[in-house]
């Protein structure tokens, strides 16, 4: 189609002239069409040593219709923020010393939404609805990241553990980690989830 439409424009052109403009307009168009990265990347259960996936659940990558029966309704913001598809990723461990298999549990979401600014938005939107009203305030439970800024990651301490937002790329990232009486240990384990992913979507991102 490409090479047809450079051909009957320019007639005068020679053959080895329009197969050369052919072929690199024949890879520009493949560029332009190619698939998304793959989400399966971001897959963690065989990637961090002392945790396992929870066979409860199933690790599948979905649209975004998917979604509106695990979160009952929920489901609504994701979608008009234009999320494309998602996983749901449960393990079971810990790779703090004091762990056994099975003292922690991580429960996480991950989400594609096709482009950074898309992804960005959305990450805006549910820190300002989820987190602690008042970054000042240290008795409110906000939890920040040396390592990330925050318009990155955030999180807050919940019952036995914590919770966790951030965006890398065209991509956020939702978890709970539970099970801990040390909220240290519980932000320290926090933070290799959230290196883990960025340094994986740098490395999807250079290809």
Request: proline letters at 7%; glycine letters at 10%.
């Amino acid at each position: 189609m490409c090479l047809e439409k450079i051909v009957g424009r320019h007639s005068s052109f020679s053959l080895i002239t329009a197969l050369s403009a052919g072929a690199i307009l024949f890879l520009s168009c493949e560029k332009a069409s190619s698939p998304t990265p793959p989400l399966s990347d971001f897959y963690l259960s065989s990637q961090l040593a002392g945790w396992v996936p929870d066979s409860t659940t199933p690790l599948d990558i979905l649209p975004v219709d998917k979604l509106y029966g695990p979160l009952d309704g929920g489901a609504d913001p994701f979608d008009k923020a234009g999320l494309l598809t998602w996983f749901h990723e449960k393990m079971n461990g810990g790779t703090h010393p004091t762990a056994s298999s099975g003292d922690y549990l991580f429960d996480g979401y991950v989400h594609d939404y096709g482009t950074p600014e898309k992804a960005r938005a959305l990450f805006a939107k549910k820190v300002a609805s989820d987190m602690p009203g008042d970054p000042l305030d240290t008795a409110s439970g906000l939890v920040r990241f040396s390592t990330f800024p925050d318009s990155e990651a955030q999180g807050k301490m919940v019952l036995e553990g914590v919770m966790v937002e951030a965006t890398f790329g065209q991509y956020y990232f939702e978890f709970n980690l539970v099970g801990y009486t040390d909220p240290g240990i519980a932000v320290a384990e926090a933070g290799k989830f959230l290196s883990w992913y960025k340094a994986a979507e740098a490395k999807q991102r250079k290809g």
